[in-house]
């Protein structure tokens, strides 16, 4: 069943087209996405993201087992890149750190589809509270990464107030976007949200076929800076995944003690984000290297989760 959740995610449209502008790039193609279309389609994905995440909370019955888990995972977002930041500080620069930390902090919704998936095989469900998790999970580790490479950034003369780091990172525009579209996605009037359902849902991996592409051109071009980097990379996108879904997997019983609601936690703790914190890096942090932080949240992280991952966190859940 894993080898078959493999093959299945492997020859998804979206990752295949990553490939793709990856294979452009070595046949010196002159495809590329222009500029303006690019940026379009970040800001898109990420109103998408969060709208729907919105739609998703305001549909469920508040009870406190709901509230702390929202807790839970807010938590995991902010934990994770603050502890992987200075890990990779010790390797990388500023820029690269702060941009790979908040991808292993924020979240993958491809891992979590296909978590999803595994779920069912073991004929569990998802809950739907565990969706809006998924999109409330995805700013704070962008805001994080954010404050952490305005605060350790040497590079600027001027010294930087830390509230004045905080206050751009929360209106920065692609986390403003994100965070302000829940909020709309909540409290939008159900009727009239069906009306652009069809544009947040239907074409979004359309959407995202054509952003792994453009981010599959911008890797390639700087892939020889991804193996420039050693093992080092590697070992991080392989260690701390599996091992942030292992701890997660026993620290979430303390808030649920839901079989299905624990695994998606453990999903959420090992996946990194290869849509939203692209997409909101390429704006803001525009020294930070695509061609590092997806090649090992994308080419690593992803295919070593819905292998050994799943299985794993399974089994941890199980065992608590």
């Not at 690269?96 to 978590?115: M, R």
């Not at 544009?199 to 952003?211: E, M, P, R, S, W």
């Not at 026993?250 to 959420?268: E, G, K, Q, Y």
Request: proline share 4%; glycine share 6%; with cysteine.
């Amino acid at each position: 069943m894993n080898f078959n959740l493999l093959i299945d995610n492997l020859t998804n449209p979206a990752l295949l087209f990553f490939v793709l502008g990856i294979i452009a790039v070595y046949l010196k193609s002159d495809l590329e996405i222009p500029a303006n279309s690019s940026k379009f389609i970040s800001l898109y994905l990420l109103f998408a993201i969060g709208f729907k995440g919105g739609q998703e909370l305001s549909h469920e019955t508040f009870s406190s087992e709901i509230g702390w888990s929202m807790l839970l995972g807010i938590t995991i977002s902010l934990i994770i890149p603050l502890y992987t930041f200075f890990i990779l500080k010790n390797k990388l620069t500023v820029f690269d750190s702060g941009a790979i930390a908040a991808a292993y902090g924020s979240v993958s919704a491809v891992t979590f589809v296909t978590a999803v998936s595994y779920l069912e095989a073991q004929q569990l469900s998802l809950h739907g509270h565990m969706v809006a998790i998924m999109a409330l999970m995805e700013s704070p580790a962008i805001i994080i990464g954010l404050v952490l490479i305005s605060i350790f950034n040497k590079e600027e003369t001027n010294s930087i107030q830390k509230s004045a780091v905080i206050k751009h990172s929360f209106t920065n525009g692609s986390v403003l976007l994100i965070l302000g579209s829940l909020v709309i996605g909540y409290i939008a009037n159900a009727k009239q949200a069906e009306g652009i359902k069809p544009f947040t849902n239907d074409l979004f991996k359309g959407f995202l076929a054509i952003f792994l592409l453009d981010m599959g051109i911008t890797s390639g071009k700087k892939l020889k800076a991804f193996f420039s980097f050693g093992w080092f990379p590697v070992i991080f996108a392989v260690v701390i995944p599996l091992l942030n879904g292992c701890v997660f997997a026993v620290l979430s019983s303390l808030v649920t003690n839901d079989l299905s609601n624990r695994f998606m936690f453990a999903i959420l703790a090992a996946s990194a984000s290869y849509i939203a914190v692209p997409a909101a890096m390429k704006i803001s942090v525009p020294k930070a290297n695509p061609g590092l932080f997806l090649p090992m949240a994308l080419a690593v992280t992803f295919p070593i989760n819905i292998t050994i991952g799943m299985p794993l966190y399974f089994l941890v859940v199980q065992s608590i």
